[in-house]
């Protein structure tokens, strides 16, 4: 007799990044579209005055500070002017928001929709979860943490040829035969962030993800005093060196926005 123990990898939450750059003469018109309305029709939450876990239905509304161009070109996200993301724990109210959106937006303006899903962890055994999420930064009102910063990414070719045991090692750190450490890995390069990041991971529902998509869309909110360590985390990752695992990544444009608390005020 076997067990009947396999645990489940299906998605527990699905999200939405909805992307969009509307002209100047225009920005009045659509700043009237009641957005809002449709959000309440479908009972999403307005995380501007989150406190904790992440509501069951979600809507945030982000105004754009900068963005920075990455190694793979997206234009829709590069040039975003606002950035609306919707979440729940079933894929319909999405999906009727998007089409919502649409609908009142018309067809002058095409949004670039960056989206994904939340698994459980794959790599993550009691001791790592306790030590990279035991503590982790809950989602804040937007007065105390009101950055937010979008990076999506998409891990080489290569990186998915290997089979999952190798790939689990690049999440720790590695050491020489004496037990010197050699690099970091990407746990304790990011470790910094852990006290004052936010983090959010939306993954491709196929892996890798198919052409013109990321296989990870990456967000994080933060204070202002703590968009330094930020940039550090990023940096760390970035370095190969510390971190193996970021040769294998591809990154899309890091775009920079404020959390906003209304539709009509992404406009203002």
């Not at 005055?49 to 509501?55: A, E, L, R, Y």
């Not at 996200?77 to 009142?104: K, Y």
């Not at 790592?128 to 009101?146: C, D, H, I, K, T």
């Amino acid at each position: 007799m076997k067990a009947s123990d396999i645990r489940s990898f299906d998605p527990i939450r699905y999200g939405a990044y909805i992307c969009l750059s509307v002209p100047a003469a225009s920005q009045a018109a659509v700043a009237g579209a009641d957005v809002p309305a449709l959000a309440e029709r479908l009972g999403l939450h307005n995380e501007y005055g989150s406190t904790g876990g992440d509501p069951v239905r979600s809507i945030a509304y982000l105004r754009r500070v900068s963005a920075v161009p990455g190694q793979i070109t997206d234009d829709g996200l590069q040039g975003a002017g606002v950035i609306v993301h919707v979440a729940a724990m079933t894929p319909e109210p999405i999906t009727e928001f998007r089409a919502g959106l649409a609908h009142l937006l018309g067809p002058a303006i095409t949004p670039r929709v960056l989206g994904g899903v939340v698994r459980p962890l794959s790599y993550t055994g009691q001791a790592m979860f306790n030590f990279s999420y035991g503590e982790r930064v809950l989602q804040q009102p937007a007065a105390v943490m009101p950055n937010a910063f979008l990076v999506p990414v998409s891990k080489t070719a290569a990186w998915w040829q290997k089979d999952w045991m190798e790939r689990h090692t690049y999440f720790l750190p590695r050491y020489d035969d004496a037990g010197k450490m050699r690099n970091h890995g990407h746990a304790l390069a990011a470790a910094a962030g852990i006290a004052c990041l936010l983090r959010r991971t939306y993954k491709s529902i196929a892996e890798p993800a198919a052409a013109g998509d990321f296989d990870f869309i990456s967000y994080f909110e933060c204070a202002d005093a703590d968009v330094p360590v930020f940039h550090d985390v990023c940096g760390a990752l970035r370095d190969t060196t510390r971190n193996p695992e970021w040769a294998f990544v591809r990154e899309g444009p890091t775009w920079h926005g404020r959390r906003t608390a209304t539709w009509a005020a992404l406009f203002s």
